[in-house]
């Protein structure tokens, strides 16, 4: 080892052995390696609409006030959310996208002698958060691809402080039903923290309404994380919120940046969550392209995962990444999930109905090449 990397051991234990998170690819990186002219995107379930006009309006009629600190404490859009969801803006934490949200939690909430629990194939950033700051993560494997609710709750002990649930949960699409969920939340004890992740809970339709909101209410430790990253079409603003007792917005509010979220974010997601039609029209391509792509999925003999988000999970029955780098030769980014202990499969995030195309016709043609 020579002498400057020694400065490693400088860093704290959890972070000297911390794997950083791996992004979608950027259209641009694709684009510069093959030099593609198009490059089709579905890596990171993001709105292929891009944001609504509600919402770049509003970024315009701020441009010319960035000069000027944004509002620090996030007044107009915690009024909005708040009118949205009949809460107390005093329930509401801003964050620089939800992510945020789950690090300042982990931060708050979190010492090396604690412990957090998540499923097995939940979101990536919860093992990040939670070893940056030396926790102990307890990984409850998973039952058909999802949270195993009961087994999560007999892996509580009095060390734990935190558990994370996703619903629904992202690589897999999964969704817990919300009986099972209030139960398990209701089981837990109140010196546990449980972080319910709500990042597509937009996309969820059918028979069993998303209704979190009514349990914060009863449960002083729970907090709901929701985004303006994926229904929204803002990924690219990072904002995002999490609903909880006052107690523990104060409590999240003390290792906050004063300034976490910009001034164009703030503008944006108010005006976004008026934008009703641009939502709805999301929400319908949406659901449209998830019937296309499982089709043709259907057609080609794969296997998916069922999802409630935005995205999907096609099992490939063999290793995914060399099918993933074929599809990048032909300028389609997706999602390879091996880092998820997914390895056959890849992660599609639902796009346009011409992309979703593109992708198949792609696939097809990828399955016998490669
Ligand atoms: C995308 C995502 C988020 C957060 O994204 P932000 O852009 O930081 O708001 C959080 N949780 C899950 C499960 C996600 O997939």
Redesign the pocket.
Known sequence: MNSTDKIYHLAVPGVQQLIPYKAGKPIEELQREFGLARVIKLAS?ENPLGPGKKALAAIQAVLQDMALYPDGSGFNLKQALAVKYAVDPGQITLGN???EILELVARAFLTPQLEVIFSQHA?AVYPIVTQAVGAAAVVVPAVNYGHDLEAMLQSVTEKTRLVFI?NPN?PTGTLLRQTALESFIDALPESCVCVL?E?YFEFVGGAEPINSIDWLKIYPNLIITR?F??AYGL?GL?V?YSLSSPQIADILNRVRQPFNNNALALAAAEAALTDSEHLQKTIRINALGMEQLTSGFKNLGLEWIPSAGNFVLVDLQRLAQPVYEALLRKGIIVRPVGVYELPNHLRISIGTTEENQLFLEALADCLQDV
Do not use: L, P, Y
């Open positions: 379930n996208g939800s992510n979101f996703a992202n992740d990042a985004t990253s994926k990924a990072r995002g």
